[in-house]
């Protein structure tokens, strides 16, 4: 399977714990990003990465929230102190261009009890 | 910022009616793009428009830009079971480093065999 690939696939944790999701682009996509998804809505934007950098960051990028992508390859996505608002599907994007050629992964949904 | 507004919210319809739904915005896209999710899924590009007044088509989908640029539709003919799921619109504007797509809240289909 040559698709992007998302792990873990559900993750459960307490309100104040800290996550991190993984994110394995197409191999040969060299733009990589991040949207949350919660019930009934579209996904929102969160931030992009053209190889290792990141070039892009949306307001709902909280100070809780960090993404890297040390090698230009995969991506980490944490978030600290977790609250029941951080609840919702993380999804991960790769492009070989621009997001109008966006190919998603499966996500990570997120339950914060 | 930018808001989408996708109508209907959802549709109800028989295996092999037609389908159509449209998205508007406040302000113009460069692009649009319609995207369908089926559950547990991230969303998967059905068909992306370029220029005002474009008129494409992917199999059984026709999707048009509209000349304001500031709206979209979609159209699905002779629907069968596998067409159910939720279709999302999504408008792109480049410059100065913004890469994010903006998306609709979502049209849920539901056919009835």
């Known amino acids: 399977d040559t698709g992007v690939s998302q792990n873990p696939r559900h993750k459960i944790t307490k309100r104040g714990q800290n996550v991190t999701f993984r994110c394995d682009p197409i191999?040969?996509?060299?733009?990589l990003y991040w949207y949350r998804q919660t019930l009934g809505q579209g996904p929102e934007f969160l931030t992009y990465?053209?190889?290792?950098?990141?070039?892009?960051k949306s307001r709902l990028l909280s100070d809780r929230f960090s993404a890297e992508r040390p090698k230009g390859s995969f991506s980490t996505l944490e978030i600290q102190r977790t609250e029941q608002g951080d609840s919702a599907m993380y999804l991960c994007?790769?492009?070989?261009?621009?997001?109008?050629?966006?190919?998603f992964g499966s996500g990570t949904q997120l339950s914060v009890l | 910022g930018q808001q989408l507004n996708q109508s209907p919210q959802s549709m109800f319809i028989q295996e092999g009616e037609d389908v159509s739904m449209n998205c508007t915005s406040s302000?113009?896209?460069?692009?649009w793009l319609w995207y369908k999710q089926d559950p547990g899924e991230g969303p998967v590009l059905l068909i992306a428009l370029y220029k005002a007044g474009e008129l494409t088509s992917n199999g059984r989908l026709t999707a048009q830009f509209g000349i304001t640029r500031k709206d979209s539709f979609l159209n699905i003919s002779a629907s069968i079971p596998s067409d159910v799921g939720i279709y999302f619109c999504?408008?792109?504007?480049?410059?100065?480093?913004?890469?994010?797509?903006?998306f609709g809240k979502g049209t849920h289909l539901i056919i009835q065999p």
């Open positions: 994007a790769s492009s070989p261009g621009g997001a109008e050629k966006l190919f």
């Open positions: 990465f053209q190889n290792e950098a990141q070039l892009e």
């Open positions: 302000s113009i896209f460069n692009t």
């Open positions: 999504a408008g792109q504007n480049t410059g100065g480093g913004a890469d994010g797509l903006t």
């Open positions: 191999s040969e996509h060299n733009r």
